[in-house]
């Protein structure tokens, strides 16, 4: 319930940038916020999926679930740390636009 | 800022408007930055339109100012 409210949550800021690049105003403080918003999403609806994980883990008895869910877990890890990333790449951007703006 | 881009004497000796000087040198984004004195950094390729158009040396168009 939580990981869809997350869900949620980054389809929206993820239209959110997507008006911000459409008005060219990505390189902004703006966009800083949002992704900030992802992040924190993404990272919520892991950790609820991790704990979920264990819980279905200790009282399993076939591996089928497990090893489904430890697949979605190792995911949703590969995404959150692309998004760090990303996020790095945009505060870089928006330092370097800045600056760029005061050069004639 | 303490090297101030001075176009002002030059731009009346010519008898030019900022806007056109602007658009001849292709500074159409930065027209504020530059009246307002804002300008940090001043790339040479611009530096050098701006001497080609106004007829000029660069020590006309800079001067360091002691603050």
Do not use: H, Y
Request: with cysteine; hydrophobic share 55%; aromatic share 6%.
């Amino acid at each position: 319930m939580l990981i869809v409210v997350c869900a949620q949550v980054v389809v929206v800021a993820t239209w959110r940038l997507l008006s911000l690049v459409r008005a060219d105003r990505i390189f902004s403080n703006a966009s800083g916020v949002w992704v900030d918003t992802i992040l924190w999403a993404i990272g919520i609806g892991w950790t609820s999926l991790v704990a979920m994980f264990v819980v279905v883990g200790l009282r399993a008895d076939d591996p089928g679930l497990p090893l489904l869910m430890f697949v979605l877990v190792v995911g949703g890890a590969a995404l959150g740390l692309l998004m760090i990333v990303m996020r790095g790449l945009l505060r870089r951007a928006t330092t370097l636009r800045t600056e760029m703006e005061t050069v004639i | 800022m303490s090297i101030v881009v001075r176009i002002d004497v030059e731009l009346a000796r010519r008898k030019m408007s900022v806007g056109e000087f602007a658009e001849k040198v292709g500074l159409t984004a930065n027209v504020a930055v530059l009246k307002n004195g804002r300008a940090k950094a001043v790339r040479l390729s611009t530096l050098e339109a701006m001497c080609r158009v106004l007829g000029c040396q660069p020590g006309d168009l800079l001067e360091w100012v002691d603050d």
